[in-house]
């Protein structure tokens, strides 16, 4: 296992499961949403070391790609960093400082915004929760196969990669809720002044 470590039975179990039936994992996102807002939104983070290397991470629930970046699911009245900052602490233990979203969009699921935000790691990885199975720290060329999100958000967080945002004037798919709206556009607008990171 990478960094040396060894996921549980358990969970490795749980993991081959999905991977063999991973229509379960529709069944077990679409329990989660019926417990969330109407829209719902998911935040990963493009976490960086002090030597410039990815944190990813090996997830249960995610059968076909299952290396990606760390994050979750935001809660009721929960801002997009603060969600990010406690994913990682339950996940990981890892504390982080977020230095700037890099990406905004659209989730492949209706209803559902994805967000990613590019930040520093103040500590190393203490623990992993049950949702993950290992960690590895990683350069931007040797990542495995990650879904589009995931690779689009370590591209737009690379040094002069710049920002990859949904414009606030550009169509959803579906209509969202003005607070929805609001976020996005507050989001992006902070983006513009993170500016020695874009392009």
Not at 109 to 138: K, P
Not at 159 to 170: N, Q
Request: hydrophobic letters at 40%; aromatic letters at 8%.
């Amino acid at each position: 296992m990478a960094d040396g470590h060894r996921p549980s039975r358990a969970k490795e179990r749980l993991a081959r499961v999905f991977q063999r039936a991973p229509w379960l994992v529709s069944i077990l996102v679409a329990a989660v949403r019926g417990t969330r807002t109407r829209f719902s939104a998911g935040v990963v983070g493009v976490v960086l070391n002090a030597q410039d290397e990815i944190l990813l991470v090996q997830h249960v629930f995610h059968p076909k790609e299952p290396w990606g970046l760390p994050g979750g699911w935001m809660e009721r009245n929960e801002a997009p960093s603060e969600t990010l900052r406690r994913e990682l602490r339950e996940e990981t233990g890892l504390e982080v400082s977020v230095l700037a979203p890099v990406l905004i969009q659209p989730g492949e699921v209706r209803g559902h915004l994805d967000i990613a935000f590019l930040c520093r790691a103040r500590n190393d990885v203490q623990h992993l929760s049950t949702e993950l199975l290992d960690y590895r720290w990683t350069t931007r060329d040797k990542l495995p196969k990650l879904v589009r999100f995931h690779r689009e958000a370590i591209e737009a967080g690379a040094p002069g990669g710049g920002f990859v945002l949904l414009p606030t004037s550009a169509p959803f798919s579906v209509p969202l809720p003005d607070k929805v709206l609001a976020n996005v556009r507050a989001m992006y607008e902070a983006a513009h002044e993170y500016g020695r990171y874009s392009a």
